[in-house]
């Protein structure tokens, strides 16, 4: 831990930081899925239709009414959280695949009318210009990394320590309860409703966050930036790490963060490894690589 806390001092490349960044952008994203893939059991394919509504967010909250970085932020929690809690009202009935096409087809329609709503996205284009956090009026993070890179980590730091408290308390009982058995959860008093309403809203709160702090780092966001591989990916982290434990995800993420970094000198071939690794994950660890052993047999008797 101290060693991530003193990274940017010891390590100064520029480059090298960005790419944490990056990649503790990710962490925080497959923190927020795995509240409702990994906690409750609902599969989620369009979940960058969170992650755009926080930055889509703040970047009109900023450009249009001046409001500051840290002022944006809670508010684009709440309003992810309210878009994930009006998609799960309709999805309600479902399970499975099901689940998995609604989300989908709420993931593609948020980028196409991101896409198409010119007045408010700036279509194609995007929206330039976004304010960058600050702390005072001297201490700007302008393009700097190294501001982003401890503003990441506090958010890692503060979601894992919550989802950690939550997933001990009553609601989080509740939610492994509906991921096991639905049914008898509801015959032993569970409101199940009300349960998968709160993790989508948390879930897509904590994606709401990470959009925030992306459209501040970049000072632009487009619509290309939240297509179908950003969700696809967030789940592969989520899954490779081991579903409903907070340490896997962590570790898949950035396992999956840093080896197309890593691979870069493959470039033709580095997605062909990608791919194969994951395949012989789930052939090997189908609990993923911290998964628990309890996951492997309920995955080996599916």
Excluded at 87 to 106: E, K, M, N
Excluded at 257 to 279: D, H, K, T, W
Aim: proline share 4%.
């Amino acid at each position: 831990m101290i060693g991530i806390c003193l990274f940017p001092l010891l390590d100064t490349n520029p480059y090298h930081i960005e790419i944490l960044v990056n990649c503790g952008l990710f962490v925080l994203l497959a923190l927020g899925l795995n509240v409702i893939i990994g906690f409750s059991g609902q599969l989620n394919l369009g979940y960058a239709a969170f992650f755009a509504m926080g930055a889509y967010t703040y970047a009109l909250l900023n450009l249009r009414l001046d409001f500051p970085f840290w002022a944006a932020l809670p508010l684009c929690a709440v309003v992810a959280a309210l878009f994930g809690v009006l998609l799960s009202f309709p999805a309600l009935r479902l399970r499975g695949d099901y689940l998995a096409i609604v989300t989908l087809g709420f993931g593609e329609i948020a980028r196409i009318v991101a896409n198409n709503l010119d007045a408010w996205t700036g279509g194609p284009n995007g929206l330039m210009g976004i304010a960058h956090p600050q702390l005072t009026a001297q201490l700007n993070f302008s393009v700097h990394s190294w501001p982003y890179y401890y503003l990441i980590l506090c958010f890692i730091l503060i979601t894992v320590f919550l989802l950690h408290r939550l997933k001990n308390s009553r609601i989080g009982r509740a939610w492994v309860a509906i991921r096991e058995d639905e049914l008898a959860a509801a015959c032993m008093g569970v409101s199940t409703t009300r349960f998968k309403l709160i993790a989508m809203g948390v879930g897509a709160s904590i994606a709401g966050v990470a959009g925030c702090f992306f459209a501040a780092k970049q000072g632009a966001v487009t619509p290309d930036s939240f297509d179908f591989i950003v969700s696809i990916m967030v789940v592969s982290m989520v899954v490779l790490g081991g579903m409903g434990t907070l340490h896997g995800v962590v570790l898949g993420s950035i396992l999956l963060s840093l080896l197309p970094e890593l691979f870069r000198n493959f470039q033709s071939y580095r997605m062909l490894i990608f791919g194969l690794a994951m395949v012989l994950i789930m052939l090997l660890r189908p609990q993923g690589l911290l998964g628990d052993v309890q996951h492997k047999e309920e995955l080996k008797h599916a």
